[in-house]
């Protein structure tokens, strides 16, 4: 995992005179892999990407619908 370093022309003055002319550079307090756990079944992965993707079009159907219904009533009100 790599850490940001801050430019020494961007440190204030106080640190420039502890750190000379390099960069501030960080180092990790924690082992990355005791932060991140990541548990990924694939196929448990790839059926709920496939139903999020079933679903997001089944809303887009429906405003769809709702766009063309609005446009129906509109439509009716300026012709009164």
Do not use: C
């Amino acid at each position: 995992m790599k850490l940001p370093k801050i430019k020494n022309e961007d440190l204030p003055q106080e640190l420039r005179e502890i750190l000379g002319d390099n960069d501030a550079e960080f180092d990790a307090i924690v082992d990355p892999t005791d932060i991140i756990d990541v548990q990924l079944d694939p196929d448990s992965y790839f059926e709920d990407r496939h139903k999020t993707a079933e679903l997001l079009i089944e809303s887009r159907k429906k405003l769809e619908e709702f766009r063309q219904q609005e446009r129906k009533v509109k439509k009716t009100e300026t012709s009164e």
